[in-house]
């Protein structure tokens, strides 16, 4: 054999063979350790995906919990992920906090992803030389003229910024029309426990309405209507407990009045539930069986009542 047609037979060769995955150092942010927290819970999933391919992977918060009570457990391992919480103060705003970033340095990382556009540690993580994600989270619209003035004065400050150190990913199709990044639009897939995709239980579903999430949104709801038959879940965090109320309910209720890509709502459609929600950007991405407009509260309890008891009004 030629010396020509050995070197090239020795190419292929090389080239066939699997070269060893790199493994990666990658981090996340996002401001509450709080598996009540939607933001929280997508950071979760992305970093347990993450680190399935064989990648070291950490999720950095505040110390702060959802409802601002704080948690001084500093380091904890949440579903197989290392979380570390960092000490911050309050700024003001919804989930606007100042991280206490002295003594913190995340050069030793190749990734930082960071969740949620405006907030105070993406300020910080742009001056690091490596990739950098920016997972948006849907942080359009705002009711609050203040608000609405902050959040321009922030975009003004910071959004070249960040489009230049950042790539950033949007987390629903809705954003479209209100992103301030148009001209960079790029969707990321925001995993569901891979639990909820399993087979679902062949016993027979009560007749029954199930609410999951903060008690806040469904708050206004129960005001109206204090004697309402629906079982009410915010704080369970038993994936196969939550499983088996999912499967057991007929129905599921989801009252919100904003949502980014509510993660109820696809976790009840995954477990075969049919569902209810109020009419928002996030619950008509995903998709329901019924809507009704946020505040009519008679429409919907004359719903489940129908549904449950039989009797239209």
């Not at 992920?81 to 913190?104: H, P, T, V, Y």
């Not at 490596?130 to 009711?143: D, E, F, I, M, Y």
């Not at 608000?147 to 950042?166: G, M, N």
């Amino acid at each position: 054999m030629k010396k020509k047609e050995k070197s090239c037979i020795k190419n292929i060769i090389k080239k066939g063979k699997r070269t060893k995955r790199k493994m990666k150092r990658i981090a996340h942010f996002c401001e509450f350790a709080d598996r009540k927290c939607g933001v929280f819970r997508a950071a979760l999933e992305i970093a347990k995906r993450q680190q399935e391919k064989g990648n070291k992977v950490c999720v950095f918060t505040t110390y702060f919990m959802k409802d601002y009570s704080k948690n001084n457990n500093l380091n904890e391992t949440i579903e197989g992920i290392k979380c570390k919480r960092i000490f911050a103060g309050k700024m003001g705003g919804e989930a606007l906090n100042s991280w206490d970033f002295k003594s913190e340095d995340f050069s030793e990382f190749d990734e930082l992803w960071s969740h949620g556009y405006r907030k105070h540690h993406n300020i910080f993580l742009s001056k690091y030389n490596c990739r950098k994600v920016l997972v948006t989270h849907a942080p359009w619209g705002s009711s609050s003229i203040l608000r609405t003035i902050a959040t321009k004065l922030f975009d003004f400050a910071y959004r070249a910024k960040f489009e230049k150190e950042f790539e950033i990913y949007h987390i629903a199709n809705w954003e479209k029309e209100h992103t301030i990044f148009p001209g960079n639009f790029k969707l990321i897939e925001l995993p569901l426990r891979k639990e909820f995709l399993e087979p679902q239980s062949k016993k027979k579903r009560l007749n029954k309405v199930l609410f999951v999430g903060n008690k806040k949104k469904i708050q206004p709801f129960l005001n109206a209507y204090p004697n309402t038959k629906i079982t009410i879940i915010t704080d369970c965090f038993d994936i196969k407990k939550l499983i088996e109320l999912y499967d057991s309910h007929k129905y599921f209720l989801l009252i919100s009045k904003r949502e980014g890509l509510p993660t109820g709502l696809r976790e009840a459609k995954a477990r075969g539930c049919t569902t209810i929600a109020t009419r928002n950007n996030g619950t008509l991405e995903v998709g329901a069986d019924y809507f009704f407009k946020y505040g009519d509260w008679k429409g919907i309890n004359d719903f489940i009542n129908e549904k449950l008891d039989g009797v239209k009004k």
